[in-house]
T-cell receptor, first 117, second 112 residues
Framework: NAGVTQTPKFQVLKTGQSMTLQCAQD?????MYWYRQDPGMGLRLIYY???????DKGEVPNGYNVSRLNKREFSLRLESAAPSQTSVYFC????????????????FGPGTRLTVL | AQSVAQPEDQVNVAEGNPLTVKCTYS??????LFWYVQYPNRGLQFLLK??????LVKGSYGFEAEFNKSQTSFHLKKPSALVSDSALYFC??????????FGAGTTVTVRA
């Protein structure tokens, strides 16, 4: 049981380049999330997927797109990278009860450290 | 809107002494509160959460947290700190939606 896995671990891009960050979970969770972590700002939600086939914007979605490929996989794409997107990106997943919403625990992957030059 | 404040950027304690990491929150409706720990170059690890019931919540690695509704606080505590507890700690709050709002984090250093 690997939990939440992310690839790659590190990436350096030039401004304007594109890339996709991959995330997979093997815990049969229905909800998945992408966060970015910047010093002194905690984690901020970029996008989330409540269930397979649905995606929604979080608090900082500009410059990103996502795809919920299937129940296990949730990818984050930077179409034209900018230096402001230099950050550490974390994927998370949870099993969200439809009735008692909000109580689910999110489990995080190891992160992708992205630098945009 | 929901938010979390961690008033201390850093907490320094000696090994064997009590450890407290402070957190206050603001949320409409019933708060669901979480503590996570992050070791260097690692992802976040879940420590404990408060949903309802007993105000004292026990979690992993000997940590516990006390929910105080009147003071809107959820402080993390450990009776006897270890050097291995040195890490970055995050408090987070959620109402009934998908967004988990994190504090800025508190760096804990436990000296031998």
């Amino acid at each position: 049981n690997a939990g939440v896995t992310q690839t790659p671990k590190f990436q350096v891009l030039k401004t304007g380049q594109s890339m996709t960050l991959q995330c997979a979970q093997d815990m049969n969770h229905n909800s998945m999330y992408w966060y970015r972590q910047d010093p002194g700002m905690g984690l901020r939600l970029i996008y989330y997927s409540a269930s397979e086939g649905t995606t929604d914007k979080g608090e900082v979605p500009n410059g990103y797109n996502v795809s919920r490929l299937n129940k296990r996989e949730f990818s984050l794409r930077l179409e034209s990278a900018a230096p402001s997107q230099t950050s550490v990106y974390f994927c998370a997943s949870s099993f969200r009860d439809r009735v008692i919403s909000g109580t689910d625990t999110q489990y995080f992957g190891p992160g992708t450290r992205l630098t945009v030059l | 809107a929901q938010s979390v404040a961690q008033p201390e950027d850093q907490v320094n304690v000696a090994e064997g002494n009590p450890l407290t990491v402070k957190c206050t929150y603001s949320v409409s409706g019933n708060p669901y509160l979480f503590w996570y720990v992050q070791y260097p170059n690692r992802g976040l690890q879940f420590l404990l959460k408060y949903i309802t019931g007993d105000n004292l919540v026990k979690g992993s690695y000997g940590f516990e947290a006390e929910f105080n509704k009147s003071q809107t606080s959820f402080h993390l505590k450990k009776p006897s700190a270890l050097v291995s507890d040195s890490a970055l700690y995050f408090c987070a709050v959620r109402a009934n939606d998908y967004k988990l709002s994190f504090g800025a984090g508190t760096t804990v250093t436990v000296r031998a």
